[in-house]
């Protein structure tokens, strides 16, 4: 039986992992307060950023939709894969040995582990073979293009031989099952059996954002080759195109990092290599489809929020890149972001356009880019002759209902300026007929929700019982706003964040005082309830272990933005938070004896008992009060 990794080890690879570089490979994050970062949440699509990520606590919360967890869990949830794999990736990472118990061999890994190996191992053969003699066509095709053996080198380019299982006969080899292959989209199955997907053909290997090998993209250089041009992989478990965007991999950092935040979204392969080897190094490509809302979401992840950022496209002039260009423009309204389309002249892609006349018109893309909404009116009136009244008003007609879809009303008014001198129109009668389009679409939505305003039909004799409501989770901004609740939650958010910073004996006295929310009380029974508040991860243990429906409130109190101008602030509030806990139960504990010795004889021994603990609470107080 397989061992089970060690505990000692799962928590030390942990303790050595920077949650920020794991999260800050799919999502761009930026400074949300002392000691905590945020972006927009890759687990729910939102406008504004929700996610926040604790580094200093190793943990993770979206305020949004509510996931949270430590870097495991954000592994396992984004990459959907087991535990034990989590911890063997971060491990590989660091470098650093994993030991298993039992004296058992390593866990088995699962079908998409395998997935991912196949697919490296597959990059490895097909970069392995661009050297060849039988490769020469390829090298070929890459030379003429502009491409020398630097350029493949740096993007991964690899050949496929044209036999019928070079790569199945080697992979096979290694180790790898024909059904582990067939669902990699490696090879497929045929009337003749099983043979490789990818034959004769330059191979450009597609990564995720992490740099893993998911799939291939593989462009036709034989003519005797009856497929279609380019033939990419299959959806695998692993691999879905309108997720995917070529070359992001070695685009991000530049996408997040750079003074203006631009992606620029090509058309090919081909095109990407050009804009990167040119110094255009945020360019990316869809692969085999049509941009989308999924690569939308993909984009604004890794831009964020930033409403300086830029999308440029460069769309052919053609028909075919009209229409792209709209099925862009809709996806890109959701975007905090201004959107552009850069067309090269004479309608050159990027290749085409470093072949003829170098890097440097490459660059040059990038200053005659015109915004995406301009383009699309052009497009919308291209073709009608704005010289006659019927064509300045099939050209209104056609362009209006464009505006009318722009919720932002300062945006809408600008573009019905650029619509007018466009058309040559009266501004007024541009806005009046944008109001009209807006006032036939509000209707158009009237049906479903007059559908929904209908009251609800009385359940029969047959009707099943309503299903119970779920119970609506606590939060932060759910709690009520008086003194008491905000002192406890930001003392507990305190404790939770710089707990470790905190005397041990100061933070237990804080923490032995009961709570008056219930809510917070729950939170505060399981901060208590950890031995060390020292040793590394005790806040996501404390918070995992807070009953339902309070664990939510935990992990937004871990996470949320704890008031203080720096970290060293931040300590020195935590230690005043515990402070005036403690003072607050000292004040309690004195009303409730003041109240009791009204009752008492004053030569009881019970009433001396009580003097007695009177006079140590006000030796507290005025201890406590001096620690301002």
Same mark, same amino acid.
């Given at each position: 039986?397989?061992g089970?990794?060690?505990q000692?080890?799962?928590e ?10 794991i999260v ?5 994050l930026?400074?949300?307060g ?7 949440c890759p687990?729910?699509d939102?406008r ?5 990520v604790r580094?200093?606590?190793?943990f ?6 509510g ?6 869990? +954000?592994l $396992?949830?984004?990459?959907h894969? &087991?535990?034990? #794999?989590?911890?063997? @990736?971060?491990a !590989?990472?660091i *470098? ?6 039992e004296?058992?061999a390593?866990p088995?890994t699962?079908g ?12 490895? +053969?097909? $970069?392995?073979?661009?050297?060849? &003699?039988?490769? #020469?066509?390829?090298? @070929?095709?890459? !030379?003429?293009? *502009?491409f ?8 991964g ?15 096979t080899?290694?180790? +790898?099952? $024909?059904e ?11 009337q003749r059996?099983?043979?490789d997907?990818?034959?004769?053909r ?14 291939f993209?593989?462009?036709k250089l ?5 497929g279609?041009?380019?033939l ?5 478990p ?10 992001l ?6 996408i ?10 090509v ?5 990407v ?6 110094g ?26 930033d409403?300086a ?11 075919a890149?009209?229409k ?22 004479t309608?050159?892609d990027?290749?085409?356009l ?8 490459v660059r040059?893309?990038m ?8 383009f ?11 010289g006659t009244?019927?064509?300045r008003l099939?050209g209104?007609?056609?362009?209006a209902?464009?505006l ?5 009303e ?10 007018a001198r466009?058309?040559?129109e ?19 939505g009237?049906?479903?929700a007059?559908a ?20 609506p ?12 609740v905000?002192?406890?939650r ?13 005397d041990?004996?100061e933070?237990r006295?804080?923490?032995d005082?009961?709570?008056r929310?219930?809510a ?7 901060i ?17 272990a807070?009953r339902e ?10 996470t ?9 602030h ?17 004040d ?14 004053p ?8 003097r ?10 005025q ?6």
């Amino acid at each position: 039986m397989a061992g089970r990794i060690a505990q000692a080890d799962v928590e030390e690879v942990k303790a050595r992992t920077n949650i920020a570089d794991i999260v800050g490979e799919r999502v761009a994050l930026k400074s949300a307060g002392v000691g905590s970062l945020k972006g927009l949440c890759p687990f729910h699509d939102e406008r504004s950023p929700s996610f926040h990520v604790r580094p200093q606590v190793g943990f993770y919360h979206c305020f949004g939709c509510g996931e949270s967890g430590d870097v495991y869990t +954000f592994l $396992r949830q984004i990459d959907h894969v &087991s535990f034990t #794999e989590a911890v063997e @990736r971060l491990a !590989g990472r660091i *470098g650093f040995t994993l030991h298993y118990e039992e004296g058992g061999a390593a866990p088995e890994t699962s079908g998409r582990a395998r997935l991912y190996a196949a697919n490296a191992a597959a990059a490895e +053969f097909f $970069r392995a073979q661009l050297l060849s &003699s039988e490769a #020469e066509v390829g090298r @070929r095709f890459l !030379g003429e293009r *502009g491409f020398d053996a630097g350029a493949a080198a740096h993007f991964g380019v690899g050949f496929a031989p044209s036999g019928w299982s070079a790569l199945l006969d080697t992979l096979t080899t290694k180790g +790898f099952t $024909r059904e582990e292959l067939t669902t990699a989209g490696l090879v497929s199955q045929g009337q003749r059996g099983v043979y490789d997907r990818f034959r004769g053909r330059l191979v450009w290997p597609i990564r995720d954002v992490t740099g893993q090998v998911i799939g291939f993209g593989a462009r036709k250089l034989l003519e005797s080759d009856q497929g279609p041009k380019y033939l990419n992989t299959p959806e695998t478990p692993i691999y879905h195109k309108s997720q995917v965007l070529y070359g992001l991999d070695l685009a991000k950092r530049d996408i997040s990092r750079g003074e203006t935040r631009r992606v620029i979204v090509v058309e090919g392969y081909t095109d990407v290599m050009a804009c990167h080897l040119s110094g255009l190094t945020t360019a990316v490509a869809t692969c085999g489809t049509a941009f989308g809302a999924d690569h939308m979401k993909v984009v604004r992840r890794i831009m964020g929020d930033d409403a300086a950022a830029e999308v440029v496209f460069t769309f052919d002039p053609d028909a075919a890149g009209q229409k792209a260009a709209v099925r862009a423009f809709t996806e890109t309204r959701s975007l905090n972001a201004q959107s552009f389309v850069a067309v090269g002249p004479t309608g050159l892609d990027p290749c085409d356009l470093r072949l003829a006349r170098g890097d440097g018109a490459v660059r040059g893309l990038m200053d005659t880019k015109i915004p995406m909404f301009e383009f699309i009116i052009d497009q919308r009136l291209k073709g009608r002759d704005l010289g006659t009244v019927e064509g300045r008003l099939a050209g209104l007609t056609a362009a209006a209902p464009l505006l009318a879809e722009i919720r932002d009303e300062p945006l809408r008014r600008r573009y019905e300026h650029v619509l007018a001198r466009r058309l040559g129109e009266d501004l007024s009668d541009v806005h009046r007929e944008v109001a009209r389009q807006r006032a036939i679409q509000r209707q158009g939505g009237s049906t479903e929700a007059g559908a929904t305003s209908r009251p609800p039909r009385s359940p029969g004799p047959s009707s099943p019982e309503p299903a119970e409501a779920p119970t609506p989770r606590v939060s932060i901004a759910s709690l009520p706003r008086d003194a008491d609740v905000a002192l406890e939650r930001d003392a507990l958010m305190g404790f939770l964040q710089y707990g470790h910073r905190i005397d041990p004996a100061e933070l237990r006295a804080a923490l032995d005082e009961p709570f008056r929310h219930p809510a917070l009380e729950a939170v505060r029974s399981s901060i208590a309830a950890v031995p060390d508040h020292t040793r590394p991860g005790w806040a996501v243990a404390a918070v995992d272990a807070v009953r339902e429906p309070y664990r939510s409130l935990a992990a937004e109190l871990l996470t949320g933005d704890f008031p203080a101008r720096d970290d060293q602030h931040a300590v020195t509030s935590a230690r005043d938070l515990a402070r005036r806990i403690r003072l607050r139960g000292v004040d309690r504990e004195k009303r409730e004896l003041l109240s009791a010795i009204q009752r008492l004889a004053p030569d009881s021994e019970e009433g001396r008992r009580v003097r007695l603990r009177l006079r140590e609470l006000d030796a507290v107080r005025q201890r406590l009060s001096g620690e301002q």
